[in-house]
């Protein structure tokens, strides 16, 4: 069954670096997103992405969060400044429709990198 | 506001015994409602989805769950639970309004005794 891949699967990295996490989702999904778990909290949705843009993100998805599908595989997460607080499990996930599309769609998501800012 | 619960932060069972994990959710309108696994060191994988139409569902791993609008819950459950169904349970909530965006509640582990 096709998979959504994440790399790294950890990256430490200290505070003030840029980090880029990268995903590779299903070949033949539109619809991309990167959500995130800090230690003990709840998932929580950063950004969606579709046809070469954002089409929704979050409070938390601040100037310091960009997204790129640089190719036509690779979908990245970059991070410019990282902070502390930064730290958490980030996870891509993809589908091929939207939810209310005729295929109704769930998210296929990856393993996750996991982040850590020193 | 809008929000998933669920009550169980942590819930421990014997193997072969009954699962059952708990989640309500607050919307005005019905949800698209759905349950992932993560198993240490994986990812979400998802066990099961309920968009519209029989409100029991049947998953995979042997999982099903009922989705009951007068009490806004959407219960996963197991007759009988392996070893390997030990792991972090989540229940997820998106809404035709808001595209593919889930809101997930913070998750069960779940604990199998031998």
């Known amino acids: 069954e096709p998979e959504v891949t994440q790399t790294p699967s950890h990256q430490v990295t200290q505070m003030g670096q840029e980090v880029i996490l990268r995903c590779v989702p299903i070949?033949?999904?539109?619809?991309f997103y990167w959500y995130r778990q800090i230690l003990g909290q709840k998932v929580e949705f950063l950004v969606s992405?579709?046809?070469?843009?954002?089409?929704?993100k979050s409070e938390i998805f601040d100037d310091q969060f960009s997204v790129e599908r640089p190719d036509g595989s690779n979908f990245t997460l970059k991070i410019r400044s990282t902070k502390l607080e930064d730290s958490a499990m980030y996870f891509c996930?993809?589908?091929?429709?939207?939810?209310?599309?005729?295929?109704?769609?769930?998210?296929?998501f990856g393993n996750g990198t996991r982040l850590t800012v020193t | 506001a809008q929000s998933v619960t669920q009550p169980d932060i942590h819930i421990t069972v014997s193997e072969g015994a009954s699962l059952e994990l708990r989640c309500n959710y607050s919307?005005?309108?019905?949800?698209?409602l759905f349950w992932y696994v993560q198993s240490p060191g994986q990812g979400l994988q998802l066990l099961l989805k309920?968009?519209?139409?029989?409100?029991l569902v049947q998953g995979i791993k042997g999982f099903e769950a009922e989705f009951k609008r007068s009490q806004s819950s959407f219960n996963l459950r197991k007759p009988s639970v392996h070893w390997s169904d030990a792991a972090e349970y989540f229940c997820?909530?998106?809404?035709?309004?808001?595209?593919?965006?889930?809101?997930f509640g913070g998750g069960t582990r779940v604990l199998v005794k031998p």
């Open positions: 996930a993809s589908s091929p429709l939207l939810l209310q599309g005729a295929g109704r769609s769930p998210l296929h």
């Open positions: 070949s033949n999904h539109l619809y």
């Open positions: 997820a909530v998106g809404l035709k309004a808001a595209g593919n965006k889930l809101t």
């Open positions: 919307y005005g309108a019905t949800p698209y």
């Open positions: 992405f579709y046809n070469n843009e954002i089409s929704e």
């Open positions: 309920y968009f519209s139409g029989d409100t």
